[in-house]
């Protein structure tokens, strides 16, 4: 029996917003029901952002339409996250059936924040503050991702009492689930494990979760020192796939799904995904890579050029 105390979050939407050809509507609903079928009970599935700058997700709401059907084998609806960064994809979010959880990437990078959603830090504040009252008044869920939780690239101030600041913040004004992102790959596992217990200690009630990214020899490790530090919500994309240009090496990517579950495995918590299914999910994410990246390794980079942008819906 799966521990219901573990929330696996499946990130297709962020692994594929970076591949280079679009995949098409028919083959995104194919794989999201296949994966739901499989067990896997909470995907960010979709983002509502301008299809200019992220046209692989310009189908969201096709998408959407169809994936109200899907049902795990015990007959469950899954949460879907629908990734916002402004409010007019609030509002489509909120009007599509189906996504139970909205999702708002907050930057703790004054840089990175305006390099993708181009807002000053109280702008992005009060659409924190909108999201929430907005998503609790139409019974959705809310996440609030950090990014740069863990550091950035940039010549900008950082430090764990930032971050606690944020989550004070967000704990105030009623927000329950937040993810700290690492965004560029940079944390080491004791980084990872003292912000989780330090975030633990410092919003009691607030659910942490984890959105790592990893070169693929490091990535079971920053799993294990999350867990033993008390996270229970972990982000991951099946085979790696996706990650942060910002990372400055290729190989960091998403934290593998599946080492997610081999890591916690061992450490005898049970997730709901069996071998079997976790199999099948991984040959059909390569699959997908096969056919829509450019070469082998093209899912490492996602939506954004290295340049600035906008609307990327980086959660990361």
Known sequence: MADSSIALIECPR?????????????????YLTSLVSLGFRHIDAVSFVSPKHVPQMADSEAVMARL????????????????????????????????????????????FRRANANMSRAESRSLVEKLHRDTKAAGRKLVVYISMAFGNPYDEPWGPEIVEDTLVWLKDIGVRTVSLADTVGHASPEDVANLVRAANACVAGVEIGVHLHSRPDGAAEKVLAAYEAGCRRFDGALTGLGGCPFAGDHLVGNIPTEIILTTLAARGVATGIDTKSLAVACAMTHDLREKYADQPGAGNHNGESGQETRETARPN
Do not use: C
């Not at 962020?14 to 194919?30: C, F, H, M, R, S």
């Not at 909120?94 to 930057?107: D, E, I, N, Q, R």
């Open 14 to 30: 962020d692994a594929w917003q970076g591949l280079a050809n679009i995949i098409p509507t028919e083959e995104k609903i194919k």
């Open 68 to 111: 109200t059907e899907a049902r795990t084998s015990s007959g469950e609806a899954p949460e879907i996250i629908g990734i916002v960064v402004n409010e007019q994809g609030l509002g489509r979010a909120l009007a599509t059936h189906g996504v139970t959880t909205v999702g708002y990437p907050y930057s703790v990078s004054a840089y």
